[in-house]
């Protein structure tokens, strides 16, 4: 059985002590959460204190917003995995659509991240999705298995297990629409298709496939109960311990 697995990308918000009081706040909120795996994703600069705070916890990860593809040299503002691995990093997002849309991220850089993400031993959070003008024309799976299979081509089906793709609809990402559950659940399933035709069923069934895009405690617990849908990567709800512990509430009543 997937273990569902709640991730809070901060984005560009929040600073180191807020960071900490936050993790404060929310372990206060929670208590201690054994069948939901929690991911907190914040800035750069506030991993070095959150690396010291979750480690009193059992049940909480720590991930990093994005990555270079190699392992060190002239790459000024970027950062590598390893130096990632070395502050307790366990997951990282790769190919989110906000780095593809204003940074001009490929396919092919997506792969090269996640390759490199892999070979240090990092988890991939890999990122998927189109936008409204692509699902208006009815491209939705045309852009997914593209995506799907670009950002995998290098990569083993014994690596399979070790991902996590996150569907982001491009046009629900902080515009306060959301997808139905029905419409969640048709993508994730013909995202687990492809993931099938790369490997097979039995690989497929194993990678856990989050949705994201305006996902709050008043949608929460509907979009967790869908068959394929495997947990949620947060951005604007995440921000307040309160709201996302309602969130992982939402998701604990799901597995009831």
């Known amino acids: 059985m997937r273990k569902k697995i709640l991730a809070a990308n901060w984005k560009m918000n929040l600073t180191h002590t807020e960071a900490e009081a936050y993790l404060s706040a929310l372990v206060s909120e929670i208590g201690e959460v054994n069948d939901v795996e929690i991911v907190i994703i914040p800035p750069f600069t506030a991993i070095p204190a959150l690396a010291l705070a979750s480690a009193k916890t059992q049940f909480i990860r720590l991930g990093a917003q994005n990555m270079h593809w190699e392992k060190s040299g002239a790459f000024t503002g970027e950062i590598s995995a390893g130096m990632l691995r070395a502050l307790y990093v366990k997951y990282v997002i790769i190919g989110h659509s906000e780095r ?44 997914l298995e593209r995506q799907l299979r670009e950002g995998l081509k290098t990569v083993s089906p014994k690596d399979f297990s070790e991902l996590v793709v996150a569907y982001e609809p491009v046009w629900a990402i902080g515009t306060g629409r959301t997808a139905t559950p029905l419409q969640a659940q048709e993508a994730h399933a013909f995202i687990r298709s492809v993931l099938a035709s790369l490997s097979d069923q039995g690989v497929a069934e194993r990678v856990r496939i989050q949705y994201g895009g305006s996902v709050k405690p008043e949608n929460a617990l509907e979009i967790m109960r869908q068959k394929d849908v495997d947990g949620a990567l947060i951005g604007g709800a995440s921000l307040d311990p309160r709201t996302f512990a309602q969130c992982i509430r939402g998701t604990e009543a799901a597995l009831e």
Do not use: H, M, W, Y
């Open 100 to 143: 593809r849309l204003l940074f001009g991220e490929t396919d092919e850089l997506v792969n090269r991240k996640i390759q490199a993400a892999l070979n240090t031993g990092l988890r991939p959070i890999f990122c998927v999705g189109e936008t409204l003008s692509e699902r208006d024309a009815g491209k939705e799976q045309e852009i």
